[in-house]
């Protein structure tokens, strides 16, 4: 149920390297990417549109990922950017991503952010608000330039994910409501503005999502919207940006459906209904982050001390957890993983994987088969990929973990290991 290989010696291997090589040489717990699946990830969603002779554009993401490395990855496939921060724009910068190509996203621009995205010449900001209208037209005036926008709408859609991860439904912080005239306001400030070239419009419904249904009904909701702006104001959307949330396998309970079959369903959508209303096909933009990165990624951790429970359970705890995967304890996500020395011994029974954090939610994965395990071994978390990294944390100060890159048999560090200084490096005494 995992992409990855196990060796002669029984041992987990990625991208043709021995995981146990890579947990004694870069220590644990440690991220480890295949980079070949994240280039062919990147390659099947452009691939898709190519075969469906769609003009579109396919932007990664980063909030899922972002590091120099990652993203000068995503720059070599050719995709676009999707930013959400001041920090993420700064990591493109600093990877020399093409700016052209990248758009910003956020609930809460601060000035600072879009000052850095005008100066920048970034390719698109995704207006969120209408703060950010009025703030966005004075730094375009101060900086006597222009900026191609989409305005993100909010279609009033629950999408079948955990609450937490749900972004389109009428109660969001996100975006302008389609179904009580603020998408409309917002429409006439920007249509026909002086600086401000608009585009069209952006919607992203939820993450971790397996189906289809919601999102053509978004396409439908939108399609409606555009044809009252069609009919009253004389507009028709250059772009449409229909978000990522394209779900990936963490356990075999997931059943994601292939990604083709989520854009020719999209491509067949978008058509028809600009076929219908007389609007012109517009550009089709996507940004999958968990789709790129989720399943390229696991995490190297080291198995410690154990604790058995008589009829209740056996713990054995490794030396992360919340801190590196805060998902179990944030959505109660699922994991699969596997002992990475031991791959090819059978399981003898379940065990709990706690992580090293003081609290009690700090449980990575619930029901893990495992063979006879020891104080040394080295567990392997498969999809860990997306938002592992990116929502790392130092809570009880625990330094965050190295990344490591794979490709072609070779294996490099992409991002060291935090020190002890680092996790101090801004304390101050008092005293
Ligand atoms: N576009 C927008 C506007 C988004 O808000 C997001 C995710 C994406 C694209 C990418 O979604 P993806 O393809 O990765 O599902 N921390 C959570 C996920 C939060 C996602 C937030 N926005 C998790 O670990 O599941």
Redesign the pocket.
């Known amino acids: 149920n995992h992409p990855f290989k196990v060796n002669e010696l029984g041992h987990l291997e990625v991208g043709g390297i021995d995981t146990t090589y890579l947990a004694s040489k870069y220590g644990t717990p440690l991220y480890v990417y295949d980079v070949e699946l994240i280039r062919k990830n990147c390659r099947s969603f452009v691939q898709t549109f190519n075969n469906l002779n769609v003009n579109a554009k396919v932007?990664y993401?980063s909030?899922?990922f972002s590091s120099i490395a990652m993203l000068q990855v995503i720059k070599q496939e050719n995709l676009c950017l999707?930013v959400?921060s001041e920090g993420e724009l700064y990591t493109a910068i600093q990877a020399d991503f093409p700016t052209e190509k990248i758009h910003m996203?956020g609930n809460n621009k601060s000035e600072e952010e879009l000052t850095m995205a005008i100066e920048n010449n970034i390719g698109c900001i995704?207006i969120d608000n209408f703060n950010e209208i009025h703030l966005l037209e004075s730094l375009l005036e101060k900086h006597e330039k222009q900026m191609d926008v989409l305005l993100?709408v909010t279609p009033g859609i629950e999408s079948k994910?955990?609450q937490?991860?749900m972004?389109g439904n009428e109660d969001s912080k996100?975006g302008f409501n389609l179904n009580n005239g603020q998408a409309e306001k917002a429409f006439c400030l920007l249509h026909e503005h002086s600086r401000i070239q608009f585009k069209g419009l952006?919607c992203?419904i939820?993450?971790?999502?397996f189906e289809t249904d919601r999102f053509l009904i978004a396409v439908e909701l939108l399609f409606q919207e555009l044809n009252t702006w069609k009919e009253k104001h004389g507009y028709t959307p250059e772009v449409l940006?229909l978000?990522?949330?394209?779900?990936i396998r963490y356990t075999e309970k997931d059943n994601p459906i292939p990604y083709e079959f989520y854009i020719e369903e999209l491509v067949k959508a978008v058509r028809n209904h600009s076929r219908k209303m007389g609007i012109p096909m517009p550009e089709i933009w996507?940004?999958?982050?968990?789709?790129?990165?989720?399943n390229a990624g696991i995490t190297l951790y080291t198995i410690g001390s154990q604790k058995h429970i008589p009829g209740t359970r056996d713990y054995i705890s490794i030396n992360g957890g919340m801190t590196d995967n805060?998902?179990p304890a944030?959505?109660q996500?699922k994991y699969e993983g596997v002992i990475a020395n031991k791959a090819s011994h059978p399981p003898v029974r379940d065990v709990s994987v706690a992580g090293k954090c003081c609290e009690s939610g700090d449980m990575l994965i619930w029901d893990l088969p495992v063979p006879e395990v020891n104080n040394g071994d080295v567990l392997a978390v498969f999809s860990t990929g997306?938002?592992?990294y990116?929502?790392a944390n130092h809570y009880n100060r625990l330094p965050k973990a190295a990344v490591v890159f794979v490709e072609n048999g070779t294996e490099k560090l992409v991002v060291r290991r935090e020190s002890y200084m680092d996790v101090t490096k801004n304390d101050l005494h008092y005293v």
């Open positions: 932007a993401a909030k899922a999707d959400v996203h995704v993100r994910t955990h937490y991860i972004t996100f952006h992203h939820g993450s971790q999502i940006n978000g990522g949330g394209f779900g996507l940004e999958p982050g968990r789709a790129i990165v989720g805060l998902r944030l959505y996500a997306a938002y592992g990116s929502m």
